[in-house]
Structures are given as structure tokens and as C-alpha cells.
């Protein structure tokens, strides 16, 4: 949720980001006329309901001959005061319907445009130049019998999955490096839950036009995470920190569903896009005059893990028209996928300022007062990684290189052999 108070000061900022999201910019002016009509009607509640209590106090002292039409007065303006406090609560609730569909507002520097508008910060690494066909991932997973399509599909439908023998060794030798670079930069790891309420599934700004991805339990009124970010986001819900001007941070480790609506076609074969996988994110609450600085310490880690990998990739600044609701601006780390030729996202980082923690009412204590804080997110490693380690470490036989990082996760090998 935005700042109502800053918007009031100077609503310039709010339209030109919703400009640079190619949204509406007049949603900006509704939602001013809307907290004016809600201001409007509460004072004029508040001061007939003042008036209501003088009244009624005066009952008492009133002459005999005068009591009966005191008591009158006081009943209808008990009535007029009933009337304005339903107007004044409905004006409060537009007005809040309102607020809560306008997306945060950018920081400056975000590119403008959409989804294909990002700008390129940097490459890193060299893209390898094979001397034979490489295979793609899963073809290369299976000759490892790392990875178990098949019967995946049979148990629980399309795009599921085993992680099988090396696979799931594979799998926990990446998350637990990426839980030790956490622990070295003092994130407090935490296993989280995967089924959280709306309160906190929509605090977090989720429950927007993409919706539709998540996965819904209406038995129980519950939703299946995305990421850990969402119950990450909940874990301090109505808490004052003590940061003293410091982040605090939590390293989320946790299974990720989602419904990935609206992308048939795209990226199913294998494991790039599945409804369920393994993430490990960080997450942090700072102070506000901290979260660029914090947003530029996670980007600098999940290069430091994609660097361990030994993988290319490049690091892009999202358009403001690909943002997430939440998002005021997000760098994605990309590693190449030589099979298709192109860059694959396997890491980003959003920095979300106060627009989270408004809505989930987590401030911090100053000296000045309490204030709300600001919160980031980012990737460390997660199940699509393979994909990449994969195609870019195989050799001609099926084999595949293990990066030094990597090989103490894995009992020390240096290299993957195909099964027979």
C-alpha cells in the first residue's frame, strides 16, 4: 500500500510511475477525491456526534417544560449521527479499495516500458562455444537418472516431477551451499510455511491481476506460496522492531507452488517451468534510508552463487511495466541456456520500500516514534538452477562438470557420470 500522506503532498511521483507501468494515471486522482470524501464525511460525523453528546448531557439540566423536546432533538440527531457514521465507513472502504489496487511506486532510475523494455546493467562470465550438439537438460538429467518426467506426470499430472539419485542430492547440494552464504552474511535461516491466509497472501500484494497463479484452498480459506517472500513478508505482521538502523534478515527455505497459468507452451519441457519446486530466498526489513543500499547487497549475492556455479549470465533492470505489484524496482540474474540460445532467469531481487510492511502494519522504533520499515526479497537458489548447471557444464559423453563451490555439497566429486 502507498503512502496516503505522501500522495496528498504530491501526487506527481504516483502518476508518472503509474505512467511508466503504461497504467492508468487518473486512478491516482480517484483515489485523492475519494480520501477527500472520506476525510469530508468523517468530520462532519464527528461533529454531529459531538453535538449529539452535548445534547444528550443537557437532557438532565433541562426545565420540565423543555425536556420532552430536548430528548427529542437528542433522539434525532442519534439518528443523524447513525446515518453519517454508515456514509463515513462507506467512503473509508472506497477509499481503501482504492489504495490497495495501485501499484508501489517506482524509484527513479526504473527503465519505462514493458515487459521486453529492461535494460542490460552487465555480462558476466563467457558463453561457452560447444565443439559437439549439446543436449538439452532433461535429456542429459535422464541419461544421469537425475530426473523422472514419467512418472511425475503419472502421480500428479503435467509438469511435476522426481528428483531421482543424483537429482535430489543435486538439488540439496545447491540449496544447502546457498543456506551457508546466508548464514555468512548473517540471514537467520527459517523453514516457512507453504499455506498462508489472504490477510498475508494479499499483504504482500499478490492477490492482484496474477492471481490466477496461485493456488487456492477455499475448504480451508488458504493459499499455497509462490515463494517464501509471502510468508517471510507475515513473519513480523503488527510487530515494532528494534533494527537501530540495521537490516534484519531471514533466509527462507521452503517448497514453491504455482499454478503457472497462461504459459502453455512455454518452457514445459523439463524443469524450467513446473508447478512445484525448492527455493531459497532472502528477505529483509530495513530501515527506509537503507533499502537501496540493502537492494544492491542482494544482487551482490545472488551473483557471488552464480559465480560459484561457474555459470554466465547477465544482470538486468526491469522495466517498470514487468514489475510485480509490490516491486519498486528489480534486477534479474539470467544465466545462458545453450540449447535455446538465450538468456533464462534464475534469480531477482525486488525492493518493495514501505509497501508491504504498510500493508502488514510492521513498523520500527526510532527515536523519533515509530515509523514503517522497508522490505526486500531476493533469490539464492532454487530448482531451475539445474537447468543451467546442467547444459552448461555437460560434456560430449553425458558427463557433467562439477564447479569447485559445489563439490564439498557432493561428498567431493569433480564430475557426473552418465548411467548405463
Request: one cysteine or more; charged letters at 25%; proline letters at 4%.
Amino acid at each position: 500500500m502507498i503512502d496516503i500522506k505522501a500522495l496528498r503532498e504530491n501526487p506527481e511521483p504516483a502518476r508518472q510511475s503509474q505512467i511508466a507501468r503504461g497504467a492508468d494515471p487518473a486512478l491516482v486522482d480517484q483515489i485523492l477525491a475519494a480520501d477527500e470524501l472520506r476525510r469530508e464525511t468523517l468530520r462532519e460525523f464527528e461533529l454531529k456526534r459531538a453535538e449529539q453528546k452535548e445534547i444528550s448531557r443537557s437532557i438532565g439540566k433541562a426545565a420540565p417544560a423543555e425536556r420532552q423536546a430536548v430528548l427529542a432533538q437528542a433522539q434525532e440527531l442519534a439518528k443523524e449521527v447513525k446515518e453519517l457514521e454508515a456514509r463515513a465507513d462507506e467512503a473509508n472502504q472506497k477509499a481503501e479499495e482504492l489504495i490497495r489496487k495501485i501499484p508501489n511506486v517506482i524509484v527513479p532510475g526504473v527503465p519505462v516500458g514493458t515487459e521486453e523494455d529492461y535494460v542490460v546493467l552487465r555480462e558476466e562470465g563467457t558463453v561457452r562455444e560447444f565443439d559437439f550438439e549439446p543436449a538439452d537438460h532433461l535429456a542429459l538429467a535422464e541419461g544421469l537418472q537425475a530426473i523422472d518426467m514419467k512418472r511425475g506426470a503419472k502421480v500428479s499430472g503435467s509438469r511435476f516431477y522426481y528428483l531421482t539419485g543424483i537429482g535430489a542430492r543435486l538439488e540439496l547440494a545447491l540449496l544447502t551451499m546457498a543456506l551457508d552464504q546466508g548464514l555468512k552474511y548473517g540471514f537467520t535461516p527459517l523453514t516457512t510455511p507453504t499455506l498462508v491466509t489472504p490477510e498475508i497472501m494479499g499483504g504482500t500484494g499478490f492477490l492482484n491481476e496474477h492471481s490466477d497463479e496461485i493456488y487456492y484452498l477455499p475448504a480451508d480459506d488458504l493459499y499455497l506460496t509462490g515463494t517464501s517472500e509471502v510468508a517471510l513478508a507475515g513473519y513480523h505482521k503488527d510487530e515494532i522492531l528494534e533494527l537501530n538502523g540495521t537490516a534484519q534478515r531471514y533466509l527462507g527455505w521452503s517448497t514453491c507452488y504455482r499454478r503457472e497459468a497462461g504459459s502453455a507452451g512455454k518452457d514445459t519441457r523439463g524443469i524450467i517451468r513446473v508447478h512445484q519446486f525448492n527455493k531459497v530466498e532472502m528477505f529483509s526489513f530495513c530501515p527506509v534510508e537503507e533499502a537501496e543500499a540493502e537492494h544492491a547487497r542482494f544482487l551482490a549475492w545472488e551473483e557471488e552463487m552464480l559465480q560459484k556455479m561457474e555459470l554466465p549470465y547477465r544482470v538486468i533492470d526491469t522495466a517498470a511495466g514487468d514489475l510485480g505489484t509490490s516491486a519498486a524496482r528489480k534486477f534479474d540474474c539470467e544465466a545462458w541456456l545453450p540449447t535455446q540460445n538465450r538468456w533464462m532467469e534464475v534469480t531477482s531481487t525486488s525492493n518493495c520500500t514501505t509497501f508491504q510492511a504498510r500493508r502488514l502494519n510492521i513498523r520500527e522504533r526510532t527515536a523519533e516514534g515509530t515509523r514503517i520499515v522497508a522490505t526486500l526479497n531476493g533469490t539464492l537458489a532454487t530448482t531451475r538452477w539445474l537447468v543451467a548447471f546442467l547444459e552448461n557444464h555437460q560434456n560430449a559423453d553425458g558427463s557433467i562438470y562439477v564447479p569447485v563451490a559445489l563439490r564439498p555439497y557432493l561428498g567431493g566429486v569433480e564430475k557426473l557420470e552418465p548411467t548405463a
